[in-house]
């Protein structure tokens, strides 16, 4: 007797959805199944939708795996559920940004999406609990050994040391990445060039002021306009003067 009641409940809940469907373009998404394929939606408000509903699983398991109560059966899976949803969340994004014309909706909400915690081994993000298992823990072992490994096959041929650590305000070729050596060279450097190349490009553009004056009465036809020097053919004035200063500097 039950049974039938739960049967009649079922379709009369069917049919007052339908009803409110058409009457008020209402719809309980969490009472359908999600479609497979992301690009059968074409409306944006209905993958909008599904894509809430999405984000709805993930917050939901995510709160789940953390469960001290979870046995390691539930957390292996919990954990695989929130890696397909996620890829699932991307492909809604996906789908929003680039076939139905969403990608502000979608990058206004992706700083609400932001994955907490989880760790990315061999491309699977493992959350919670996840972490505690023993295949993780080991896991994570290798990853540190390898990482370790292959640094000191590196450090071989490079200084570490000079290699900055990577934050918000530091860049990675910054001032701070260089000894006080290797600044004073550059300073030196800098130094010895920026008068000549002074001197240079003043004689230049003398040189250039004198052609525009005496072109003044040729015909705009023959005027011919100064080359701009390319930065190879900068390079070997550079090095042919350097040359010359050298062989001044030894008598040769």
């Keep these: 007797m039950s049974r039938n009641v739960d049967k009649a409940n079922s379709v009369l809940v069917r049919f007052q959805e339908q009803k409110a469907y058409e009457e008020t373009n209402y719809k309980d998404y969490s009472r359908y199944k999600r479609p497979t394929r992301v690009t059968k939606v074409k409306s944006l408000e209905e993958a909008l939708e599904w894509k809430r509903q999405v984000q709805l699983e993930i917050n939901n398991k995510t709160s789940r795996i953390f469960d001290i109560t979870s046995s390691d059966r539930q957390i292996r899976d919990l954990n ?101 050596a290797d600044l004073e060279n550059i300073e030196k450097f800098e130094d010895h060039w920026r008068p000549i190349l002074r001197e240079y490009y003043k004689k230049e553009k003398i040189e250039e002021d004198t052609n525009e004056t005496d072109e003044k009465g040729i015909d705009e036809g023959t005027k011919q306009l100064t080359r701009i020097p390319t930065i190879k053919e900068m390079e070997t004035w550079l090095v042919e003067r350097r040359r010359r200063k050298l062989l001044e500097e030894l008598s040769l």
């Design 80 to 180: 695989d559920e929130l890696n397909d949803l996620i890829k699932e969340r991307n492909r809604w994004n996906w789908h929003i940004s680039n076939n139905l014309n969403g990608g502000t909706i979608v990058k206004n909400a992706q700083n609400k999406e932001k994955i907490l915690g989880g760790k990315l081994i061999h491309g699977v993000r493992y959350f919670g609990r996840a972490l505690e298992l023993p295949e993780v823990q080991e896991l994570i072992k290798n990853e540190k050994k390898e990482r370790e490994s292959r640094h000191s096959k590196i450090a071989k041929y490079i200084d570490l040391k000079r290699i900055p650590k990577y934050t918000k305000k530091t860049l990675y070729y910054n001032s701070r990445c260089l000894r006080k």
